[in-house]
Each structure stands twice: as C-alpha cells, then as structure tokens.
C-alpha cells in the first residue's frame, strides 16, 4: 500500500488511488490488517446492499452507478449480483424486508478494501438519477435541461451528466458528458452575452449572424427589461428563433407562471408559435406544475438536480460461512429477491406477486463471478430505456 500521495492542483482522487484503497475509510485498513494477522481475511461472507428508507419519504430510488463498482471489483475474488442499473425499486417489499439492491459473495478481505468507495459510487449517482426521474415524471413529456454542473465540483461533471441522463433527463450540457456519454451537449445563452454585446438587441443580433448555424436558436430574455419586451426584441432580430429562456430572478418573480403565459401570448402574436419557453433559476418539483399550466415546454434544472439528496446505501455483511448473520437491525442470511414481471412489486421468498398473483422471476442479474465479468454491462440507451419504461408504472407518491 503506497502512503505518500502525489501534490495536485485540484482535490480529486484519481482512479488508481480509489482503486488502492487510498480514499477508503481507514478504519477497513486497520480491519483488514488486523483479520489477515489473525488469519481471518479469507472468511467466506455473503453481504446485501439495502436502505431502509429514501430521502424525504419518496416511495422508490433508481440504481445508478453499478457500472463504476462493477469495474472497481473486477478482477477481485468476489461475485455479484445486483438489480440491473437503471431499475426502479422501493426501500422495501411490502412485508417490509429492505430490498438488497446489491449482493456481494466472496472471502471478506477480497472487498474490504471497497466498501466506501463502492457505497459513494452508487449512493450519489441514485440519488441524482432518482431525483432526475422524478422531475421526469412531473414534467411529463417535456424537454429537461440539466444545468447544475456548477454547483459542484468539476471533477464529478461526467458523474452528474451520467446520472441525470440514466434518469430521463434529456439534455446534458458539457462537451466531455457529452463524448462520455455519445449524446449531443445542449445549452442556450448566459446573461453575459448580453451584458458584453451592449445589451439584448445587440446580443440577439450577434446570435442570429455568428451562433454555429446548427444550434437551435434560443434567447435568454431577462437580463435588463421585461421578459416580454426582450422576448419582442428576440423575435425583431432572430427570424429563426427556437426558443427564449425566462431566468427571472426570484426579487422580480411574482407570478412567475403569469410571466410564462404572457411571454407565450405575445411569441404566438408574432408568428412564433413554434418557439418554446424554457424557464430556469431555482426550478424544483413544486415549481414545475403551475408552469406547465402556464404553457412552459422546458425546464433548466441545476441545484435541486446535481444537490439531489444521496440515497443512503449500506453494506452488511448477512452470512458467515454459509450460516446466517446480521448485526441488529438488520435481516439476516442470503435473500432470493423477486420481481413481478407484470408490476414491478418486489418480494422476497414468495413465488406469486403479493399484488397481481402473476408469477414472480429473479430480480438480480449476476455481473461477477469471482472477479470475471460474466454479463455484458448494458448500454446507456438500454439502461435508459429501461427507466423510462419502469417509470410509467410508479407514482411520485405524496
Ligand atoms: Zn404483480
């Protein structure tokens, strides 16, 4: 294990330092140290990935992450088994038993080493990509701009793009998301533009001649006057306008949604019936509705989206030696995990969906047998698609 770590100019960790167990907890170093001195670092354990609850109550998560931890334990002596990422899932069944989301079966001192790191892969992206899927749902079919990427650091920007991506979102906005991810950055203009050009004619004007012609014309219009007047001066000056963005501060906000629907009214006047609304500026679920009502077709998200809460994934080790264990609170021994293929209900040690009677079918896909890959790790698209249709099944409960 190297101890000195190299200077950097930025504070992330990079792949082979998480990889050697250099951002670990270092409690689990000492652990591992003082099992292999007492000979017990080989003892064969099973360990579930659950969270007993979801933040504010939400009645169901979306994994996200698992590429990442299945490409940490590869090559280890573990395997593993775990609901395909992308999949919606409820802290627990409805006999009130934790959903393993995750299960780990190997020598301990195997994956020791891992637990943080693997808990801070999936922990944050679910919690962005549940949240994504939530505003998903709410926005219910129209366009979702992820925008908050500057709210954190830069160095978790693929992470982010990854997870609100996963999550249904349809517009990632930075040029490396965009080639990790194979999907086009989107984005429309920042009040600097304005502000640097002279103003919001000026600004509009030098969009309409020099923005690359294959970028959709969108005009942030609030940045001096009114949004209906600067929305006005974007129609006089763009002829092929797509869109306006409306970022109104929250000191000049009022009826936010009566703005959207008056801007809507004098765009539709003028012959631009074509061109959308997008609002942004601390946008969250209780937000989204009134604006919809209003006649709003996109939403910037940034805060709420990339400051989605974690979802708090613990790992615990359920058997020994192939006898059942658990520390108190938990349930113990290894659990066969089923899934209505008809609902999506989750149950564990029942073969009929507790909810429709359908016949239930094993919810874990293994990825790792003993450290071998054994199962192609979908792609974006697929892992998308499959959100996207578990989704239409699901509440955003109350
Ligand atoms: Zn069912």
């Not at 090559?75 to 990422?85: K, Y």
């Amino acid at each position: 294990m190297p101890t000195a770590s190299k200077p950097r100019d930025f504070f992330l960790a990079t792949e082979d330092e998480i990889r050697e167990g250099r951002t670990t907890d270092v409690y689990f170093l000492r652990t591992l140290d003082v099992l292999r001195k007492s000979g017990k670092d080989q003892e064969p354990v099973v360990a579930e990935i659950t969270t007993g609850s979801l933040p504010n109550g939400w009645p169901w998560g979306v994994l996200c992450g698992l590429e990442e931890v299945v490409r940490l334990l590869k090559g280890r002596n573990v395997s593993l088994w775990s609901l395909p990422e992308g999949s919606v899932f409820p802290p627990k069944t409805p006999r009130g038993i934790p959903v393993p989301a995750l299960v780990l079966e190997g020598p301990y001192g195997e994956w020791a080493l891992y637990e943080t790191p693997l808990l801070g892969m999936i922990c944050q992206a679910s919690g962005i990509a549940t949240k994504a899927a939530r505003i998903r749902k709410l926005a219910n079919g129209k366009q979702i701009l992820s925008f908050g990427v500057r709210r954190m650091h830069p160095g978790i920007a693929p992470l982010i793009e990854r997870s609100v991506f996963v999550g249904g979102l349809d517009a990632i906005t930075t040029p490396l998301g965009a080639d990790l991810l194979g999907v086009p950055a989107m984005g429309t203009m920042p009040h600097a533009l304005t502000i640097v050009m002279g103003g919001p004619r000026e600004a509009f004007a030098a969009v309409h001649k020099h923005l690359e012609k294959k970028v959709p014309r969108i005009a942030l219009v609030d940045t001096y006057c009114d949004e209906k007047a600067e929305a006005i001066m974007a129609t006089e000056a763009i002829p092929d306008l797509a869109g306006v963005r409306l970022d109104t501060p929250s000191s000049r906000r009022g009826n936010f949604a009566s703005i959207v629907r008056e801007v809507r009214w004098e765009l539709d006047l003028r012959g631009h019936r074509d061109a959308k609304i997008y609002v942004s500026g601390a946008i969250d679920e209780g937000s989204i509705p009134a604006l919809l009502d209003a006649g709003a077709d996109g939403f910037g998200i940034g805060t709420s989206l990339s400051n989605a809460p974690t979802i708090d994934f613990a790992l615990d080790i359920v058997e020994l030696r192939g006898k059942p264990v658990a520390k108190r609170g938990k349930f113990s021994g290894r659990k066969e995990l089923l899934r209505c293929p008809r609902d999506g209900t989750y149950e564990i040690g029942t073969r009929t969906c507790p909810a429709c009677g359908a016949s239930m079918k094993p919810a874990h896909v293994q990825y790792l047998e003993g450290g071998k890959v054994v199962k192609d790790l979908p792609s974006l698209q697929e892992i998308r698609t499959r959100l996207v249709s578990e989704l239409e099944r699901v509440g955003l409960g109350a």
